[in-house]
């Protein structure tokens, strides 16, 4: 049974455009939530996080937006640069970080020139 | 600083031939994990360290697979025999507080 989910497998958008990648997670005891991406042949970068005591964080170009209600995340990437083009991993954890992190399959941007 | 680091990057074995991978986490960084993750998913959690200490192994199959710590800082994966269904990618993690940073893995194919 998936807990976290990512149920889009890819995502196109045009440089310059927003970037919305969606996740949901089942298990409300998740209370920490981060965002992954990944290039071929590398490992996981981390790009940004939120505790559930926020609804928005923002870094840049990157803000994540958390629905508790809705057991909702989104990532949101504006603007989006062809370099943004990577796999994203959405990943939930209990107790601030420092637990095992629970894994989206991912979803794969593309950003067009 | 320098990242969490992991050889070898690449291996290829044939089934039932012993494997290992070995991973230096970040300086300071007390908290090491051990993922794999299998083509199209999400890195799973296979054990935790605090310290020298596993605090989490329950996703590790133990028949098989074995780690170790043993000063607290770099550590050892190992899986004997090695079968078709490891094939893989093993990423090794560590964190401070909260984020957890990854290395960039070891691809595993067993043949």
């Known amino acids: 049974d998936q807990q976290v989910k990512q149920n889009s497998p890819s995502l196109s958008v045009q440089e310059g455009r927003i970037s919305i990648l969606n996740c949901d997670y089942t298990?409300?005891?998740?209370?920490?939530f981060l965002w992954y991406k990944k290039y071929p042949a590398e490992g996981p970068t981390f790009l940004i996080s939120i505790s559930s005591i926020k609804d928005k964080n923002e870094d840049g170009r990157f803000t994540v937006f958390l629905n508790k209600s809705a057991k909702h995340l989104s990532l949101h990437i504006v603007p989006s640069q062809p370099g943004d083009s990577a796999v994203y991993f959405c990943a939930a954890c209990t107790q601030g970080g420092s637990e095992k992190l629970v894994f989206g399959k991912g979803m794969k941007l593309t950003v067009n020139p | 600083e320098a990242g969490v680091v992991q050889s070898p990057r690449y291996k290829i074995i044939e089934k039932k031939q012993p494997v290992a991978f070995w991973c230096n986490p970040i300086s300071g960084h007390n908290t090491l994990y051990w993922y794999r993750q299998n083509l199209g998913q999400g890195p799973e959690l296979l054990i935790r360290?605090?310290?020298?200490?596993?605090?989490?192994d329950s996703q590790l199959p133990k028949d098989r697979f074995s780690a170790e710590r043993l000063k607290g800082v770099d550590s050892t994966l190992k899986i004997q025999p090695a079968e078709l269904g490891d094939s893989a990618v093993y990423l090794c993690?560590?964190?401070?507080?909260?984020?957890?940073?990854f290395g960039p893995g070891t691809r595993l194919l067993v043949l």
């Open positions: 993690a560590s964190s401070l507080v909260e984020t957890q940073y």
């Open positions: 298990n409300s005891m998740f209370d920490y």
């Open positions: 360290y605090e310290n020298e200490e596993a605090v989490d």
